[in-house]
T-cell receptor, first 117, second 113 residues
Framework: ETGVTQTPRHLVMGMTNKKSLKCEQH?????MYWYKQSAKKPLELMFV???????ENNSVPSRFSPECPNSSHLFLHLHTLQPEDSALYLC????????????????FGPGTRLTVL | KNQVEQSPQSLIILEGKNCTLQ??????????LRWYKQDTGRGPVSLTI?????NTKSNGRYTATLDADTKQSSLHITASQLSDSASYIC????????????FGRGTSLIVHP
C-alpha cells in the first residue's frame, strides 16, 4: 500500500449521471494531483493542489470539477461525461509541489476505472 | 515541445533472463528522471530517481542509467521474475519552476515461466 486510497475502484456511469471520485492520503503530504490514464497514452496531469489551493488546471473540460476540502482529501466531481472520458483516474500526493531541483516523489493511489456508457 | 519516448513498446522474456528498457527525452531544462513500475490495475510506484549529476542508480534488481548529454536513460532488470510483469514508465521533470512532468507511454513487460 502506498498510503493513498481511492474510491470507488470501479465506476460505470451514463452520460447524464453525476458521480464523484474520492482520494485520501495518509502520508501528511501537502500536494495532491489528479491524473487521467487512457489506453496506449501517457498519463495526463489534470489538476494540482497545494495546501488545498488549486495551482494547475491543465486545460481540463469543465465537466470535471475538482475539490480539495483539506490537505488529506481530494475529490473529482463528474457530470455529463462523454464515452471518451472512460479511463483510469489516478490520484497522487507528494510532500510538496516539485519545483526546480526538487526530487520529491509522487505516491499514487490504485486508481478508479471509469466507464462512461 | 517536451517529449519522452520509450522503447520497446512491449517486451516478452523468459523468467531468469535480463532485459533493458530505453527512454529518450527532449525535456529542457532537465531536472530529474524517474522510472515507475505500474502493475495491472494499480497505480505507478517509483523505482528510481536520478538528477543531472547521477549516471546510475540501483534498486535491488533494477538499475537505471542516465546520459544527460545524449538525453537517454535505460532501465536494466536482472534475473527477471514473474512479478516483474508490469508497465515501466519513464518520467522526466523540467527545471526552471515548472512542476508538470512529462510521461512516456511506458513499456509493457511480460515475463513468462
Amino acid at each position: 500500500e502506498t498510503g493513498v486510497t481511492q474510491t470507488p475502484r470501479h465506476l460505470v456511469m451514463g452520460m447524464t449521471n453525476k458521480k464523484s471520485l474520492k482520494c485520501e492520503q495518509h502520508l501528511g503530504h501537502n500536494a495532491m494531483y489528479w491524473y487521467k490514464q487512457s489506453a496506449k497514452k501517457p498519463l495526463e496531469l489534470m489538476f494540482v493542489y497545494s495546501l488545498e489551493e488549486r495551482v494547475e488546471n491543465n486545460s481540463v473540460p469543465s465537466r470535471f470539477s475538482p475539490e480539495c476540502p483539506n490537505s488529506s482529501h481530494l475529490f473529482l466531481h463528474l457530470h455529463t461525461l462523454q464515452p471518451e472520458d472512460s479511463a483510469l483516474y489516478l490520484c497522487a500526493s507528494s510532500q510538496q509541489i516539485p519545483t526546480g531541483a526538487s526530487t520529491d516523489t509522487q505516491y499514487f493511489g490504485p486508481g478508479t476505472r471509469l466507464t462512461v456508457l | 515541445k517536451n517529449q519522452v519516448e520509450q522503447s520497446p513498446q512491449s517486451l516478452i522474456i523468459l523468467e531468469g533472463k535480463n532485459c533493458t528498457l530505453q527512454c529518450n527525452y527532449t525535456v529542457s531544462p532537465f531536472s530529474n528522471l524517474r522510472w515507475y513500475k505500474q502493475d495491472t490495475g494499480r497505480g505507478p510506484v517509483s523505482l528510481t530517481i536520478m538528477t543531472f549529476s547521477e549516471n546510475t542508480k540501483s534498486n535491488g534488481r533494477y538499475t537505471a542509467t542516465l546520459d544527460a548529454d545524449t538525453k537517454q536513460s535505460s532501465l536494466h532488470i536482472t534475473a527477471s521474475q514473474l512479478s516483474d510483469s508490469a508497465s515501466y514508465i519513464c518520467v522526466v521533470s523540467a527545471g526552471g519552476g515548472s512542476y508538470i512532468p512529462t510521461f512516456g507511454r511506458g513499456t509493457s513487460l511480460i515475463v513468462h515461466p
